[in-house]
């Protein structure tokens, strides 16, 4: 039900972003799997069945809150024709250990996912499920002077 809201609801923007002179920003499969997603985190199984191409651009979408940049899409075009899971998990790596992802404080965490993100020999941690903030805390941590939101953020492991 919710996909066929999903796919309807793209067709009629879809159509008005034609009559407009522009076109969608992202496919029918990513404007559904973004329909469906929960604002406090990301669940892996919505995302994987997802072209890798979709995949991409969803999971930039979802964990990092922005769509891929051109330079970034070109250079992981030429890896789309890899195993979707190999793909995925090349991605997600790259993703939820980039210092973008690390350095925004209240990302939403990535759950249900069962590919290996981590090098157990690395020493790496990324944070894949994790207990949204409360508002209140928000908007406390978002009113503190500079010096106070990294000391939080050292405090909260995030730094």
């Not at 076109?23 to 329909?35: G, W």
Request: with cysteine; hydrophobic share 45%.
């Amino acid at each position: 039900m919710k996909q066929n809201t999903a796919g309807a609801l793209y067709a009629i923007a879809a159509r008005r972003m034609a009559a407009a002179g522009s076109e969608m920003p992202c496919s029918a499969a990513v404007f559904t799997v973004l329909s469906q997603a929960e604002p406090e985190q990301v669940r892996y199984p919505l995302l994987a069945g997802l072209e890798n191409a979709d995949f991409l651009e969803a999971a930039f979408l979802l964990l990092l809150e922005r769509p891929v940049d051109a330079e970034t899409r070109a250079a992981w075009s030429r890896r789309y024709d890899l195993p979707r899971p190999q793909f995925q998990t090349a991605v997600l790596r790259s993703v939820l250990h980039s210092q973008e992802y690390t350095a925004h404080m209240f990302s939403r965490p990535l759950t249900g996912c069962p590919l290996p993100l981590t090098d157990a020999d690395a020493g790496v941690r990324v944070q894949v499920a994790a207990q949204p903030m409360p508002e209140r805390l928000l908007r406390i941590y978002r009113r503190m002077p500079g010096p106070m939101k990294r000391l939080a953020k050292k405090l909260a492991g995030k730094e």
